[in-house]
């Protein structure tokens, strides 16, 4: 196995050299993020390749959603950032070491990529000092556990290479559970406002998988992204591979973190996957019966209790076609009248009563603003369940019905949602329930007259227990 060992070359200054330490603050990364699963199968994702400290958590997004997942083989694409050559390099022998341990090369599918492109060969000068590649590692070491990979490096990212890679790479996977990686970090060392701007156009073309967007702004210098190819990359062969979903699912950059916003560096995380699920007709309509809601509550309160437990939650029988449409939910959580946990999803990817499954244990124990519930306080909860109609863009605030509608506005990355019955618990008109929600956002009480301010609303049928 030590034969064609790379060893690592930034442990402990790009992350920790110790392995308690660094499994450790990975956990930590994945104990901050709160997302809802992916109900189908993930093919690729885009992390960033900075340091820990600055893209860490960012990079958490992604990589928890394929926490205990299984796949054949990792291919991890990053750019070359010291030494300029053409093509792509891949990696062949032995393996990659981080302070985790050895993960070893699939030396078989590494030379049957090699084989099938004229641009691809194996570079050692592109491998020996590069970081794109080996930050991923550890991340991935935690959430999958025991793995191989092959680790291919680009020297250009033109079309014509991105094309060449994206074939050759496709002409082996088939058949084969494979999870392709992009590295990328985005704009470098603008201001804060200018690198927003810059980098949310790489977004875009993320959430639309346009490949052919992102080349050609990225040539014009309308974005910047130090892995475009390995995005690119990642992009062709998920639409190769049938990929019909995309989140981009979180954004920050340096500045974040520094407080220094004078010259920033941008992070993003992505995922790309295929729903094998058959989609069920959102109606959108209120009306929940009394034993659907009944069964919520119930599904809520136990998926917290048997976690608690540290036991597997039952299988739930489900009869109504209520419960089976798929529909977003928030979890509310109060101890003696006062909050204790908020969670919820506006996505509608799963069926409700999964929704409010995972809902549930995420207001209780994932709640960044509040220490995990505990079994003796289990008791004391009262639960309540919002199952939300899908959100409806309006253009005129008129439409607004206090007390019917919650609000979620959106501008630029910042994102605020309040639900309907806040602005009746606080008794609030409705220039103030939108002046509390860009609040909520992070944004000035008037973000919401802005021009770039979209302001969705959304109602909900709304019970609780003992009601």
């Known amino acids: 196995m030590n034969e064609g060992t790379r060893k690592s070359v930034i442990a402990g200054a790009w992350y920790p050299g110790n392995p308690d330490k660094l499994e450790s603050e990975i956990k930590r990364f994945f104990s901050n993020v709160s997302i809802d699963r992916i109900s189908g199968k993930i093919i690729g994702l885009v992390s960033p390749h900075a340091g820990y400290m600055y893209s860490g958590q960012v990079a958490a997004y992604s990589y928890k959603l394929v ?20 093509g792509a390099s891949i990696y062949s022998k032995g393996g990659y070491e981080t302070p985790l341990g050895i993960v070893p090369v699939n030396t078989d599918l590494a030379n049957e990529i090699i084989a099938q492109g004229d641009m691809i060969s194996y570079v050692s000068a592109a491998h020996s000092q590069e970081h794109s590649v080996e930050i991923q590692l550890p991340f991935l070491q935690v959430a999958l556990g025991p793995f191989n990979f092959v680790p291919v490096v680009m020297g250009t990212q033109d079309k014509k290479t ?8 496709f002409k082996v996977i088939k058949g084969k559970s494979i999870l392709i990686v992009a590295s990328s970090d985005l704009s470098h060392f603008h201001g804060y406002d200018t690198a927003l701007s810059k980098d949310s156009v790489v977004i875009k073309h993320i959430e639309e998988m346009d490949t052919e967007g992102l080349l050609d702004d990225l040539e014009k210098g309308k974005c910047e992204a130090c892995g475009g190819g390995p995005i690119v990359v990642t992009m062709m062969l998920a639409k190769k591979l049938e990929a019909d979903g995309v989140k981009v699912l979180n954004y920050a950059n340096s500045g974040d973190v520094t407080g220094d916003k004078s010259g920033v560096v941008g992070y993003t995380s992505a995922i790309f996957y295929k729903n094998n699920q058959v989609r069920k007709k959102k ?10 809601k009944k069964m919520l509550l119930l599904i809520a309160r136990e998926s917290i209790t048997y976690k608690l437990a540290k036991k597997d939650i039952p299988e739930f029988k489900i009869d109504s076609d209520a419960l089976q449409e798929k529909r977003g939910a928030f979890v509310t959580l109060k101890k003696h009248g006062q909050l204790r946990g908020c969670i919820g999803s506006f996505e509608a990817g799963e069926p409700l009563y999964e929704t409010v499954e995972n809902m549930a244990q995420s207001a209780a124990f994932d709640d960044p603003r509040f220490s995990r519930v505990t079994e003796e306080e289990l008791s004391d909860l009262k639960i309540e369940i919002s199952a939300l109609t899908p959100l409806r863009r309006i253009k005129d605030i008129n439409e607004i019905e206090v007390g019917k509608h919650g609000i979620y506005i959106v501008k630029g990355f910042h994102r605020g949602v309040l639900l309907p019955q806040v602005a009746t618990d606080y008794k609030w008109d409705k220039i103030t329930f939108l002046e509390e929600t860009c609040q909520k956002a992070g944004l000035s009480f008037n973000a919401w007259k802005e021009v770039d301010a979209e302001i969705y609303i959304f109602s909900a049928d709304i019970f609780a227990e003992n009601e």
């Open 67 to 86: 926490v205990g997942k299984v796949f054949d083989t990792v291919i991890i694409i990053g750019p070359s950032h010291r030494f300029y050559f053409h």
């Open 283 to 292: 109606t959108g309509k209120l009306g929940l019966s009394e034993k659907d």
């Open 162 to 169: 991105c094309e060449d890679l994206a074939g050759a790479i």
